[in-house]
C-alpha cells in the first residue's frame, strides 16, 4: 500500500543496546524526517534528508545515525540506547523543496530500560 | 528560548463555540507555517498552511502577523470531532527545519 510506514511500532530495549528504527515510503518523496516527540517537548528534529545519501543534523542529533542508500528507506540507529531516548519516534516525509506539507508514519514508541 | 510557544491548554469548550489557539516564534527569518492537528497517541496532520494574507478552510481560519510573530488559529461551530492537539509549525527558510510548538489541547464537550 502507498504511503509511510515504521517498524517496529513498539520496542523495549536495554540501555547500551544498539536498536535501528526503519521507515519506508511509497512516494518518492525527496525529504525524509525523523523526529522524537516527548511531553512538554513536542517533536524535534533528529535527523533529515533531502535526497538519496544526503543527510543533515537537527536540533537533537547526539546519540542518534543515519542512512539513506535509497530514496524510500531512512532508517535511524541509536548506537547505545540511553533512558533519555525513551520516546516516540516519528518518521515523516515531503516532496518538492521540502518545506510544504510533511506526511507521518505511525510512530514507534521506544522503551529505553 | 524555544522557537515556537504554544499555551499547552486544555482548551475546554461546548460544542458550537469558537475557540482560538495563538503561538508565537523566536525567528524574524521563519518563512512557512502551518497548523498540524494531532489525535492522542497518533501522527500529526496537516490541517491547514498559514498564509501571509491570512487564509480561511470551513470553520478554519488561520493568521499570520510578522510584525509580533505570531500566528493564529480560529474554530468557529466547534464539533466533538474538532478534540485534538493542535500544533504550530515554523519552517525558517534555507534550511529545511521544522520547529514545533509543543501543542495546544482542545477538548470539545457536548
Known amino acids: 500500500d502507498a504511503g509511510i510506514t515504521q517498524s517496529p511500532r513498539y520496542k523495549i530495549t536495554e540501555t547500551g543496546r544498539q536498536v535501528t528504527l526503519m521507515c519506508h515510503q511509497t512516494?518518492?518523496?525527496?525529504?525524509m524526517f525523523w523526529y522524537r516527540q516527548d511531553l512538554g517537548h513536542g517533536l524535534r528534529l533528529i535527523y533529515y534528508?533531502?535526497?538519496?545519501?544526503?543527510?543533515d543534523k537537527g536540533e537533537v542529533p547526539d546519540g542518534y545515525v543515519v542512512s539513506r542508500s535509497k530514496t524510500e528507506n531512512f532508517p535511524l540507529t541509536l548506537e547505545s540506547a540511553t533512558r533519555s531516548q525513551t520516546s516516540v519516534y516519528f518518521c515523516?516525509?515531503?516532496?518538492?523543496?521540502?518545506?510544504?506539507?510533511?506526511?507521518f508514519g505511525p510512530g514507534t514508541r521506544l522503551t529505553v530500560t | 528560548r524555544k522557537e515556537v510557544e504554544q499555551d499547552p491548554g486544555p482548551f475546554n469548550v461546548p460544542e458550537g463555540a469558537t475557540v482560538a489557539f495563538n503561538c508565537t516564534y523566536s525567528?524574524?527569518?521563519?518563512?512557512?507555517f502551518f497548523w498540524y492537528r494531532q489525535d492522542c497517541r497518533k501522527e500529526p496532520k496537516l490541517l491547514m498552511s498559514?498564509?501571509?494574507s491570512g487564509n480561511e478552510d470551513g470553520r478554519f481560519t488561520a493568521q499570520l502577523n510578522r510584525a509580533s510573530q505570531y500566528i493564529s488559529l480560529l474554530i468557529r461551530d466547534s464539533k466533538l470531532s474538532d478534540s485534538a492537539t493542535y500544533l504550530c509549525?515554523?519552517?525558517?527558510?534555507?534550511?529545511?527545519?521544522?520547529?514545533f510548538g509543543s501543542g495546544t489541547k482542545l477538548n470539545v464537550k457536548p
Open positions: 515523516a516525509s515531503s516532496g518538492a523543496s521540502g518545506k510544504g506539507e510533511q506526511y
Open positions: 512516494w518518492s518523496h525527496s525529504y
Open positions: 534528508s533531502a535526497a538519496a545519501d544526503i543527510t
Open positions: 525567528n524574524s527569518a521563519s518563512q512557512s
Open positions: 498559514v498564509y501571509s
Open positions: 509549525v515554523v519552517n525558517i527558510d534555507n534550511f529545511n527545519k521544522f520547529y
